[in-house]
């Protein structure tokens, strides 16, 4: 079929579908060809399995953030074996050891290499100490290389810096952990990651939303071994906290705990003052404050305290 002129057609643009057999653009109303020979921009092979796809795939993995080089580079194995997987004789794993050796220092060459390579280190300890999923610790990579560029961790201890990343991280991503969770696992004090942490905001421009107390209700719940209606109710006592104004300049951790230990009382799931504030990371005197302070503005009432 010959093309037709696609200057030409009045076909609306809902009615046009692509064949991908035929490599054509087709009027699903008039049956007109608008267009046709398409190249098609896949692959050469085909693969009828996800197994089939894999194997004849010839591309790497994704990029990696959390690796100084992004995993661009190429690892010699350990195993000292062949291709066929034979076993190496005493001199020629001599000279693979001696491969292997230059090849791991042609991966770090500049100082800038070496500090990445340092702190991405120390980010994945930390991600993994803390629980965090990939997406928050590729978030705060990205944070931290943006700070290497623009000289921000020169004469700054590299621990600091990663940590102060990761808590940004966290606070873009809704994922919630405190400044003293994160401090916690780190050689440098909580004073001096905020201090990094107010330097990155103002200098990279970073896009922190303000912390909501109700991304702490479901990790303090489950961790208290909470129902999710407690959560739930939890939730609706923070929004109408926040409705009303009262979360304003309130340290949200404070005001999640307290909401948590209104919705247990009222739902006979009691938990103690002193549980709810370790979990929280805060003081029983900051439950209780907090605690009066919901309850009176919102004319919640407490049966059996």
Partial sequence: MEKENSQDTRCPPDKIIFDADRGEYICTETGEVIEERIVD?????????????????????????????????????????DAIGRNLDPKRRLEVLRWRKWQIRARIQSSIDRNLAQAMNELER???????????????????????????????????????????????????????EIAQYTKANRKEVARCYRLLLRELNVDVPVSDPKDYVTRMGSLLG???????????????????GLTAGKDPAGLAAAAIYIAALLNDERRTQKEIAQVAGVTEVTVRNRYKELIQELKIEIQNQ
């Fill in 226 to 244: 909470l129902s999710g209606a407690s959560m739930k109710l939890a939730a609706e006592i923070l929004e109408k906290a926040k409705n009303i």
């Fill in 41 to 81: 921009q896949g692959p050469e092979w085909r693969a009828f399995t996800p197994e089939e796809k894999e194997k004849r795939s010839r591309v790497g993995g994704p990029l990696n953030q959390t690796i100084h080089d992004r995993g661009l580079s190429t690892l010699i194995d350990w195993k000292d074996k």
């Fill in 126 to 180: 930390i991600g993994n100490l803390l629980g965090l999923p990939k997406s928050v610790k590729d978030e705060g990579a990205l944070i931290y290389r943006k700070a290497v560029e623009k000289g921000l961790v020169r004469g700054r201890s590299i621990e600091s810096v990663v940590a102060a990343a990761i808590y940004a991280s966290c606070r873009r991503m809704k994922i919630a952990r405190t400044l003293d």
